[in-house]
């Protein structure tokens, strides 16, 4: 059973800086995308970044030369480190791994962990 246990948020003022992690458990996700997304009060959950197997990355515009996901293979986890924190990035962060295994996808999140930023 695949798991993901996001940790690192927390409460932090406008302009400083939080690094959240990623463990992953039941599965080595070496050969798999990750991704963090976020949602804030509300329905709509934001792809916040990504990154391939091969170390790819993707961002947000709204975040973009502010966070920086990578990833330890080794430690089969993964990190968002945010910088110049904003307001408006206040929300829950959660983590993502999804892949296809045959015909069928697998999609897991994390439990999520809450970043509060304030100005």
């Known amino acids: 059973q695949v798991q993901l246990v996001e940790s690192g948020g927390g409460l932090v003022q406008a302009g400083g800086s939080l690094r959240l992690s990623c463990a992953a458990s039941?599965?080595?996700?070496?050969?798999?995308?990750m991704a963090w997304y976020r949602q804030a009060p509300g329905p709509q959950r934001e792809l916040v970044a990504s990154i391939t197997s091969g170390g790819s990355t993707n961002y947000a515009d709204s975040v973009k030369d502010r966070f920086t996901i990578s990833r330890d293979n080794a430690k089969n986890t993964v990190y968002l480190q945010m910088n110049s924190l904003k307001p408006e990035d206040t929300a829950v962060y959660y983590c993502?791994?999804?892949?296809?295994?045959?015909?069928?996808?697998?999609?897991?999140w994390g439990q999520g962990t809450q970043v509060t930023v304030s100005s």
């Open positions: 039941g599965r080595r996700f070496s050969s798999n995308a």
């Open positions: 993502n791994l999804n892949y296809w295994l045959g015909p069928r996808k697998y999609n897991y």
